[in-house]
């Protein structure tokens, strides 16, 4: 069984970062699953800069809402996959009309649950919302509520909990 890393934090918290140092000591071998769309000049942006911070010989793909199928359908050698981001995955699929949140969840844990079985390490990155501002918009306050029961399910099954404050790790579990 391998292991499961789950890194929370604020934005810009230096998750990614920890993400992809984490994985170059781990393995030369890495699988990174990025969740972003480009659906606007600021997020392509924001994708090219992540792109130019990871090694360019790891094998990158790009997933929409069918997480589990379509990493299961990419032959490669990696000991290591970087899913970056749980935040971006679920924005996706809140979003689409026939969302729904047990079906959501339950595909997230199954993933997981395979990914533990087929790489030595997996690390999984995701946005920690709720300890900011409460959304004045009723849309915000169920995306935040999702995601945060999300976080709880995935790091309940995770070996290690990282939350990350200003570029600072703090064990969790």
Known sequence: M???VLLLGGVKSGKSSLAVSLAKRASKEVLFVATALPVDEEM??????????????WQTLEVKFDLLSEVRSVRTKAEVLV???????????FTAPDFN???????VEDFFRWA???????????NEVG??????????????ELLGELNQRVASVADEVLFLVAGIPIKIK
């Open 2 to 4: 391998g292991k499961l």
């Open 101 to 107: 949140k047990e079906i959501c969840f339950q595909a």
């Open 83 to 93: 899913l970056d981001c749980l935040t971006l995955y679920l924005a996706q699929g």
């Open 131 to 144: 300890s900011g501002i409460v959304p004045q918009t009723k849309i915000g306050r169920e995306f935040s």
């Open 116 to 126: 533990k079985k087929c790489f030595v390490l997996t690390i999984a990155v995701s």
């Open 44 to 57: 392509k942006l924001k994708i090219k800069k992540h792109r130019e911070n990871r090694p360019k010989e």
